[in-house]
């Protein structure tokens, strides 16, 4: 994976084929209302949109080669797992375009970020880290079975929550595997299976988070799989353990937002949320301003391994928070469909324009490798 030094904090990403990043041309988001008076929860809604959306403004058109090149060269980096926030963080951000304006484009765009993360799961799946890519992808598909309207992608989607069940299931029964027989010794190569845990130390309160937040998609997903309980109770245990006092304010933070995933797993199926995931406040940017402040400040033409690639990964974290901790809490995926003004009509008169030649959505193609 594509890191800083190659530690584990940075993004990496491998490209193997191609990864279309689908550019939403260069991009100022303008989101009205109707001037409708009353309309305080929909203001809300506008303005988390809009801080989302300038993650693609900047990165939606960026040449991710050199990271991808990077990550082709290191596939069992355990770090790669970072780097899937990026993808799924896009992929949100266009369904986010998608709901708004009502594009296909947008949809697609969204559609292929989340098809891109499931097709390279040998990059990123089966080590420590990877319950937070499960647990992000999860929702983000959650979000986008509830949609209003995807004529003519119905069977893409339904494609995309099938793989990610199968992805769900299997990683979440290597890690139970794992936990029961910590003595079963780990065969060369193997990427599930019992060795899961060995691929990193265990005592991080962070890769806690993960694994809770994993199993709780596992148990909160997949409510019909007898292995449903004991996932369900070992994501309760795992939550217990993270964050810690012992960390910085900003590496608690983090474990935070994966367990918010966690607890919004629970949320999205149904389902109650256990005590062990209530208990952390959905606060996390109160104490660490990185999940509030954007690192990059305009639009990017290449990312590369190092800083540019770091800042794109903290840029991708300040997107899933917002979903994570204040957005999807507050607008839970169909609610865009409803509307108590106006009807559908009204709902859909939000709109949004991107800056083009001659006030047109400019759309082109970037292809990863």
């Known amino acids: 994976m594509t890191t800083q030094n190659r530690k584990p904090q940075n993004l990496g990403r491998s490209g193997a084929a191609a990864f279309l990043l689908l550019l939403a041309a260069s991009a100022t988001l303008a989101i009205s209302a109707d001037g409708k008076p009353g309309q305080r929860r929909r203001a809300m809604r506008e303005s988390q949109i809009r801080v989302m959306d300038i993650f693609a403004q900047n990165y939606g058109g960026a040449d991710w080669s050199p990271v991808t090149s990077d990550l082709e060269s290191h596939p069992a980096d355990p770090a790669n797992t970072a780097f899937m926030s990026i993808p799924l963080s896009l992929g949100n951000v266009y369904l986010n375009r998608y709901e708004v304006g009502w594009n296909k484009a947008d949809l697609e765009r969204s559609l292929g970020m989340f098809e891109w993360v499931e097709s390279n799961r040998e990059l990123w799946g089966g080590r420590e880290g990877s319950g937070s890519v499960v647990s992000y992808l999860d929702i983000s598909l959650t979000r986008l079975r509830a949609e209003c309207d995807v004529g003519g992608f119905e069977s893409r989607i339904e494609e995309l929550w099938r793989t990610a069940m ?17 003595d079963r010794p780990c065969r060369l190569g193997s990427t599930l299976g019992a060795c899961t845990l060995r691929i990193l130390p265990v005592d991080s309160e962070q890769r806690q988070a993960s694994r809770a937040s994993l199993l709780a998609a596992a148990s909160s997903f997949l409510p019909d799989d007898p292995r449903s309980p004991a996932w369900g109770e070992s994501a309760r245990r795992f939550a217990v353990a993270a964050p810690d006092s012992s960390f910085s304010a900003c590496e608690a933070a983090e474990a935070e937002l994966v367990l918010a995933q966690g607890a919004l797993s629970y949320r999205l199926a149904g ?15 109160s104490n660490c301003p990185f999940f509030l402040t954007y690192k990059t400040t305009g639009p990017v033409e290449v990312v590369e391994p190092g800083d540019s690639l770091a800042a ?37 008169r939000i709109w949004i324009r991107r800056a083009g030649p001659d006030e047109e959505n400019t759309v082109r193609e970037i292809r990863i490798r």
């Open 166 to 182: 199968a992805i769900t299931e299997a990683e979440a029964q290597a890690l139970l595997q794992a936990i029961g027989e910590p």
């Open 271 to 285: 389902g109650d949320i256990p005590s062990e995931f209530g208990a952390f406040s959905r606060t996390a940017a």
């Open 312 to 348: 794109a990964l903290a840029d991708s974290r300040v997107v899933a928070f917002y979903l994570s901790e204040r957005y999807l809490w507050q607008f839970p995926p169909g609610s865009q469909c409803e509307s108590d003004v106006g009807g559908e009509e009204q709902t859909r």
